[in-house]
T-cell receptor
């Protein structure tokens, strides 16, 4: 069974641009969550989607948004990039039934110059 | 607000040593606790998940314990090997509707041959 796939693995953008990251969950998993990891703040929750609906949102500005498609694939968008958005963005999937193990992808490393 | 703390931030041990990593959380109303491993530049690998009603979980050389009332968990690694070198992260899911994981900042473990 294929794991969680995140694309692209690396991105370099400049301030003010926007970026879209993609996450394909494990087959059959309906829940996708996104996390931001930085050296200073560690891992912080961005949002969670279940069956195309956002169920939870972390404490991030409105520049961070996401969506989930009918096949459970999810995208995360960051508009008007700032230097502080440089981070490893991780996606996690789980089956959605009960609070069970979350499986993480390898992440997308975003560098904002 | 749930906060998770991991001590120590870094640990260096010789191969073969048994070791304990510590995790504490401020709100005992958790649903479960997970231990993850992260290799440099990679995503997270789930090691053990302990439900709030459980006291411990074991997988191979790993044993995780949970004391919900005192807000503590430990990860015991027996007979450490150089391949165990990684950052170990502890995360809790709070009781209630949210599925988000609240992470500690991790313990960076180095096992020297």
């Amino acid at each position: 069974k294929a794991g969680v796939t995140q694309t692209p693995r690396y991105l370099i953008k400049t301030r003010g641009q926007q970026v879209t990251l993609s996450c394909s969950p494990i087959s059959g998993h309906r829940s996708v969550s996104w996390y931001q990891q930085t050296p200073g703040q560690g891992l912080q929750f961005l949002f969670e989607y279940f069956s195309e609906t956002q169920r939870n949102k972390g404490n991030f500005p409105g520049r961070f948004s996401g969506r989930q498609f009918s096949n459970s694939r999810s995208e995360m968008n960051v508009s008007t990039l700032e230097l502080g958005d440089s981070a490893l963005y991780l996606c996690a999937s789980r089956s959605g039934s009960g609070k069970n193990i979350q499986y993480f992808g390898a992440g997308t490393r975003l560098s904002v110059l | 607000k749930q906060e998770v703390t991991q001590i120590p931030a870094a640990l260096s041990v010789p191969e073969g040593e048994n070791l304990v990593l510590n995790c504490s959380f401020t709100d005992s109303a958790i649903y479960n606790l997970q231990w993850f491993r992260q290799d440099p530049g990679k995503g997270l690998t789930s090691l053990l998940l302990i439900q709030s009603s459980q006291r411990e979980q074991t997988s191979g050389r790993l044993n995780a314990s949970l004391d919900k009332s005192s807000g503590r968990s430990t990860l015991y690694i027996a007979a450490s090997q150089p391949g165990d070198s990684a950052t170990y992260l502890c995360a809790v899911t709070t009781a209630g509707g949210s599925e988000k994981l609240v992470f500690g900042k991790g313990t960076k473990l180095t096992v020297n041959p």
